[in-house]
């Protein structure tokens, strides 16, 4: 990687101004850190254009003289995405300064925001238009639209909206030569070859800098409904999925799967938080339902389903919020399980998937395997149970500090994507690959695809300045036997 010469600093400072340049350590620090606190790196500067001239002027700057660009957005990401290399050759583009939701047209359904727009706000600004942004995960008050775009972010609402690949109808970016791709039309028809702004969701920043999104919305929110239900299984889980479905159609669009360990270390590390239910369960669901209007009752037919369920044996006990504040509530115990994971220890991450109808079983064995090839672990697999999604999270052994994630931490990772590999899954269902998994997608990403990554990255950044070392693992990477 070629350090930014003094040249270039010079010249990017003077095109960006003070707002926009800075290589002070009090200011850099906090990004060079990825959330969970696995991966540390240093920069050159931190560059923060205001509008997508001075990302394209960057762009342009970076791509004469051959210097890396990281791009960041809340800096959210599982897999150490936004996170630059330890050399500090690189310079880190945050993206968080481009907030400015540019238009929500309630007609047409669609916002378009720039890059740095916080999801949070994507959510407000829509519900006060009479809209919705369906996608949302527990990093809401930090991930930003580019963030999202270019991890095709998932979340807790994909069982019935799909993942940012469906909610995105066009997006604006820099390409790699500092040229501007604008992908915003509305048009709903367009097939002019190969679509740039596909290729762009999920790209991890290594083919370009989204600059913004022209993302689909819903109708607001009618009514909704939160329960919480206790089960033996994962398959009884998937059970009660498909019933309610039944009786209440596609109203049901989020079905979190949480463990008794992942509720436990919740209850343990997040202040405020209570049990959803009156005795224990070795699993549970959190399920939302949602009607447009409150025109039918959404909590009349949960109650009714839920009420035949017990009659089945499916689940245990269940409990419906009869308040926003219970709905709430009964959400952050879902939403705060990778906090209360994070602050209990380490753990070794993984965002499998396999096929929809084999997760209850593919979980359930594999949980058995890990545990028993290294005695002492905790498996923690909880979430998106409907969509065949799970974060397999292997908990250290009581009393181990991060030592164990640098000694056995790969061993385990390997461990279980062999799995996954053997039963047709993927090693990445939704955080992507960034630098995280790049030594485990080397070994299992499968020489075809892997060539096709590498074709397209070479040709859309043949300079290779966008993002280097993320999920492109080159030709010569090293990768395990
Ligand atoms: P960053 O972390 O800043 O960057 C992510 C990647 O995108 C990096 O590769 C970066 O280089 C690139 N990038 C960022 N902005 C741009 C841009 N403008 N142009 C080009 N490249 C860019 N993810 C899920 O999918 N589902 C979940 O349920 C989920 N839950 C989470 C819960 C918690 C508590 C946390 C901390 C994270 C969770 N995540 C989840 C992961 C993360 O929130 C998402 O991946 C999110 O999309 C990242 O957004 P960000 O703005 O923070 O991006
Ligand atoms: C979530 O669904 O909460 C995140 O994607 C999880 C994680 O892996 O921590
Ligand atoms: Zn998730």
Known sequence: MVFPSQDLLDDLAARLGPKGFTREAEAMTPWLSDWRGRFHGRAAALLSPADREEVAATVALCAAAGAALVPQGGNTSMVGGATPDPSGAALLLSMRRMNRIRTIDSAANLAVCEAGVILAHLHEAALAAGRRFPLTLGARGSATVGGLVSTNAGGTQVLRFGNMRRLVQGVEAVLPDGSLYQGLSPLKKDNRGYDLGQLLIGAEGTLGIVTA?????????????VAWAGMETPQAAMRLLRHLETLVGDAIEGFELVPASALDLVLSHIPGTRPPLAGAHPWNALIEAVVPMAVASPEKALFEAFASALGTGIVADATIAVSEAQAEALWRLRDSISEAEKKDGPAAKHDISVAVADMPRFLVEAASAVEARFPGVRVNAFGHLGDG???????APAGRGADWLEQEGEEVTAFVHDLVTAAGG????EHGIGQMKLVEFARLGGATRLG?????KQALDPKGI???GKLVPLADFPSRP
Do not use: K
């Open 466 to 468: 966008m993002n280097p």
């Open 213 to 225: 999104a022209s993302l689909r919305l819903v109708p607001a929110v009618g009514e909704r409904v």
């Open 389 to 395: 999604n799970i974060h397999f999270n292997v908990r």
């Open 426 to 429: 993927s090693i990445s269902a």
């Open 452 to 456: 096709a990554l590498r074709a397209i």
